[in-house]
């Protein structure tokens, strides 16, 4: 593995634009994250869950710093494109083991994260964030750090209030270092023209069905759109949809929906 060379980082960061958003549809593994790019895709983004699921685990904290980041570094040889990686938490309880995990994305050649705060006291959330710039900027490193928001996703807190809760938590996270603000959750076009408005540095949403397009986003202020686990949920939907379909009615329809096996394989023909 090897540590990402600076001319990806700076590409990466300058893709984070209103009106015309960042949009990353999330990889899980190597051959999706090799579809996605050959879709045209400007960077490549993990999502954690889609990592977990295909490593055997639950998503939510349960597989291994280690095994997570050898997938990166996978990812990251098998691409040309700048990786940003999905951390959870940062896979550690204290600035210590958060410092670890940063140095372990480093070498893996990833030129962002995301680290989320979930239920913990968002002090925890500003302190990681803390220890990742601090290693980033000990190693020389241009890492972006995207600070995700859970408040929305997770329902946290009195719905009245839930905005100016989250502004306050993204206020503190960019002080602490954050280079962006996620808020999943959320598809509310008056949130979130609200929290792009107020958050100093650039708004990350989750998309999928029913929210504005990508161009509606950015017109609302938003710079990042992310697809999360979403597309690893179709593609296993897909899987098992096939799979009912020939211990059902026997037959084998859906299959013409995939992707040609000479496009697969092409994609593999030639490393990068």
């Known amino acids: 593995m090897t540590i990402a060379q600076p001319n990806n980082a700076h590409v ?7 009106p015309v958003p960042l949009a990353l549809a999330n990889a899980w593994d190597v051959a999706s994250a090799r579809v996605i790019e050959a879709a045209g895709a400007p960077a490549i983004a993990t999502t954690s869950a889609g990592v977990a699921w295909s490593l055997g685990s639950p998503d939510g904290g349960f597989l291994t710093r280690d095994r997570a980041l050898d997938l990166v570094g996978r990812i990251v040889a098998a691409v040309t494109v700048p990786v940003t990686a999905d951390i959870e938490g940062g896979y ?48 020389g490193a241009d ?16 719905p009245d209030t839930r905005l100016k809760e989250t502004l306050a938590r993204a206020h503190m996270y960019v002080d602490a270092g954050a280079d962006g603000i996620f808020v999943p959750g959320i598809n509310d076009t008056e949130t979130i023209a609200a929290l792009a408005r107020d958050v100093s540095v650039p708004l990350n949403v989750m998309a999928g069905p029913g929210a504005p397009t990508v161009a509606e986003l950015g017109a609302l202020g ?18 098992r949809r096939t799979a009912r379909e020939l211990f059902g009615t026997g037959d084998y329809d859906s299959l013409a929906e995939g992707m040609a096996f000479p496009e697969l394989d092409a994609l593999f023909s030639e490393p990068n």
Not at 12 to 18: E, Y
């Open 92 to 139: 550690g309880t204290d600035a210590a083991s958060v410092a670890e995990t940063i140095t372990g994305v480093l070498a893996a050649g990833a030129v962002g994260i995301n680290i989320e705060d979930g239920t913990r006291p968002p002090a925890e959330l500003a302190m990681r964030l803390a220890a990742a710039r601090q290693t980033a900027d000990r190693a």
């Open 12 to 18: 990466f960061r300058s893709l984070h634009t209103a």
């Open 222 to 239: 938003v710079a990042r759109v992310s697809l999360g686990s979403g597309v690893a949920q179709a593609a296993y939907a897909a899987a």
């Open 143 to 158: 890492l972006f750090l995207n600070a995700r928001i859970d408040t929305f996703l997770f329902g946290l807190g009195d």
